[in-house]
């Protein structure tokens, strides 16, 4: 009888031992699948963090390139930006063609035309310089004496924008384009004035000290 109450006695703890021991076993299971999962949970949290964060990197990169491009500093004539070229220009430019120096910095840059040389031709043939310009240049938008029709023996343009611009092109196309680029190579065939290029070369130093 003792025998059999001793065996029932560790039979039954042997029970318990092995449902502890299976219920420890399932804790430890069910703790490395959440382990697992925390783990994953963590990566992809790291992950998608990386990825947005790159991407605003990327997005500020860019940004920072187009506002280096779009500030950055283009000098086209003597170390000056066309805007600077435009605003020395205006110093020297008076009555109907006032603050017209991008017209004739910006055509001439274009055209490579040395754009204090087409201004100080500009002022010397209409007094526009002076406070007022000729009447050809009032009536007719010729600043730069050219030969046509429409206004009398000169080319009538049809604005003042039109007629600066009809100028340097025209500088362009008949000395320029012929290797005659300096104020001395041009004289002659210009102007028959022995002082046409005095005149012009003091202008020009005017213009870029004003």
Known sequence: MNDLKSISRFIGIFGVMLI??????????????????NIKL???????????????????????N??????MRV???NGMTLDEVANQINKSLKAEISGK?????????ELG??????????LHETGCGQGRCSKI??????????????CGAYRRYSSIDEGLEGMIINLYNNFYSKGLTTVES?????????????????????IKNA
């Open 101 to 109: 120096g991008m017209v004739i910095a910006k055509k001439s840059i």
């Open 186 to 206: 041009i004289g002659p065939r210009y102007a028959e004035s022995g002082t046409w290029v005095s005149k012009i070369n003091w202008y020009m130093n005017k």
């Open 137 to 150: 240049a009032r009536e007719c938008y010729n600043f730069g004496g050219q030969k046509g029709s429409g």
């Open 66 to 71: 187009k506002t280096a491009v779009g500030t």
């Open 42 to 64: 963590d990566e992809l949290t790291t992950s998608s963090s990386a990825a947005v964060q790159n991407n605003l990197v990327d997005k500020s990169t860019n940004f920072n």
């Open 20 to 37: 502890a021991l299976s219920m420890i076993l399932q804790g430890t299971d069910m703790l490395s699948v959440q382990s697992i999962q």
């Open 113 to 122: 035309v040395d754009p204090y040389l087409a201004t100080a031709i500009i």
């Open 75 to 77: 000098e086209v004539y």
